[in-house]
DNA sequence: AAGTTGACCCCGA
DNA sequence: TTCGGGGCCAACT
């Protein structure tokens, strides 16, 4: 097996995730930190959105927001507008920086994968 | 090796 | 209601 892992297993536990995260659905990053059994490691989720980019798989992070809904991580992405934008074109409203129905449209990691 | 940081979250004033 | 501070824990410098 070759050093191919540059990253912590935790890391790849949350793209993994965010990966499963469907199409027009949002999730919080405290969300995917009790799914992977860190609670209180919801910091953690957005430091590995941080490192994300050096995943070798697409991690859709505009999908992940803070628990009020908010696209606290837009100014990470190359454009301010492009976490907005990703979100509008999947048919997620977005105003005011938060999204519309933030609730309604939320995916529990817990709730949608315990169980197949 | 030790201190700082952070795409969060919770609670009190 | 808005604002500020503390806790958290792993990566980063």
């Given at each position: 097996m070759s050093d191919v892992k540059k990253h912590s297993d935790f890391f790849e536990s949350v793209w993994l995730t965010v990966r499963e995260i469907p199409r027009g659905r949002v999730t919080s990053y405290g969300a995917i930190a009790k799914y992977l059994g860190a609670p209180r490691s919801s910091r953690m989720v957005g430091y590995a959105m941080n490192a994300s980019h050096s995943a070798s798989v697409e991690v859709p992070a505009h999908r992940v927001v803070n628990r009020n809904g908010v696209?606290?991580?837009?100014?990470?992405?190359?454009?301010?507008?492009e976490m907005e934008q990703k979100l509008e074109k999947e048919g997620v409203r977005v105003e005011d920086d938060k999204v519309i129905e933030f609730e309604k449209l939320f995916w529990d990691p817990m709730k949608e994968l315990s169980m197949e």
């Open positions: 696209l606290t991580g837009k100014h990470h992405f190359p454009d301010l507008l």
